[in-house]
Antibody
């Protein structure tokens, strides 16, 4: 069965970077784009960016440009999302989510809580 | 960028009521519109894609309609387990923007 398993919670200081991983299993890793979405406490869903697992090409939401990087490792079926220059407003649950063809995001990771605090 | 709006931001209805949530895109999105349900403390769940296609396993009381810029999610008979926040999302092209959400609870 399809599973997206994310790395564990992180606590970071302002200005630091965080790297969240998402391991995919149960399907062909290169067949589906992977997205990252975050949700600040009590807030809505915010799309952050997309990575093509086949060639590693990416597209990021404008507000994260310059401090976000998504990469993938085809040998382990893992995608990574690194966010740098963290500030308190980046405290959120970060999700990876798979998009299958014409559908929306049909499978989601369990979420990774990133807390930014001095 | 295309903006997504939803109305109402919250609603309270009785069990068995028909509930309607509206989503509007600032430009046409070719029906690449999805609806998600997120229960408190849980991961979002895909309900509907391409505006009106029910995701496998989703109860038939959920339905979607609309095209172009105006879309609707309908729960035909609200159940206690439908208490959640509902989000629409455009996914025709990046950015894959979500609406602000509609919180549904039981009166």
């Amino acid at each position: 069965q399809v599973q997206l398993v994310q790395s564990g919670a992180e606590v970071k200081k302002p200005g630091a970077s965080v790297n969240v991983s998402c391991k995919a299993s149960g399907y062909t890793f290169t067949s589906h784009y992977m997205h990252w979405v975050r949700q600040a406490p009590g807030q809505g869903l915010e799309w952050m960016g997309i990575i093509n697992p086949t060639d590693g090409s990416t597209s990021y939401a404008q507000r994260f440009q310059g401090r976000i990087a998504m990469t993938r490792d085809r040998s382990t079926s893992i995608v990574y999302m690194e966010l740098s220059s963290l500030r308190s407003e980046d405290t959120a649950v970060y999700y990876c989510a798979r998009r299958m063809g014409p559908t929306g995001f049909d499978y989601w990771g369990q979420g990774t809580l990133v807390t930014v605090s001095s | 960028d295309i903006q997504m709006t939803q109305s109402p931001s919250s609603l309270s209805a009785s069990v068995g009521d028909r509930v309607t949530i509206t989503c509007r895109a600032s430009q046409g999105i070719n029906n690449f519109l999805a609806w998600y349900q997120q229960k408190p403390g849980k991961v979002p769940k895909l309900l509907i894609y391409t505006a009106s296609t029910l995701q496998s396993g989703v109860p038939s009381r959920f339905s979607g309609s609309g095209s172009g810029t105006d879309f609707t999610l309908t729960i035909s008979s609200l159940q206690p387990e439908d208490v959640a926040t509902y989000y629409c999302q455009k996914y025709n092209s990046a950015p894959f923007t979500f609406g602000p959400g509609t919180k549904v609870d039981i009166k």
